[in-house]
């Protein structure tokens, strides 16, 4: 799959309610980074089967439905096989009901067909303020 193919597959999993990545499109040695991670998160996870836990956890323990992932703009670069992707997600708590917002860039690599990178700079003081914990 092209970086923009498996961009979309990840956009359609945030708004199915699913973790955000399926096991076939995981390279074995992907990694996930989060520079801006909020306190106690992990800045990277190495390793298809580490990922594929973390996330699934981190999903299910997560209170909120993802409504869009809107302003989606892809930056194609030299390389075909990574794109910059400017996106909002737009989620709501699933306990108080309210409907919040965070803006996110990302850079995502593929290698034959399969995600090896997906490095993710986050709003979390946005994301904190949206599920209360800020």
């Known amino acids: ?3 923009t193919e498996i961009f979309d597959s990840m956009r359609a999993r ?3 309610d699913q973790s955000t990545f399926r096991a076939d499109l995981l390279a074995d040695d992907v990694v996930i980074e989060a520079p801006f991670a909020a306190p106690g ?3 990277r996870i190495e390793g298809k089967q580490q990922v594929l836990e973390y996330t699934e956890a981190g999903r299910a323990a997560f209170p909120v439905r993802f409504d869009d992932c ?3 703009v892809v930056h194609r670069t030299a390389d075909p096989e990574v794109i910059v992707v400017e996106y909002e997600l737009v989620g709501t708590h699933l306990v108080t009901g309210v409907t919040a917002s965070a803006p996110f860039i990302a850079v995502l690599s593929v290698r034959n ?3 090896v990178r997906w490095r993710e700079y986050q709003h979390t003081l946005a994301i904190a303020q949206a599920v209360g914990a800020a």
């Open 1 to 3: 799959m092209t970086p």
């Open 14 to 16: 945030w708004l199915a």
């Open 41 to 43: 998160r992990p800045t």
């Open 70 to 72: 809107r302003h989606v």
């Open 113 to 115: 067909g399969e995600l």
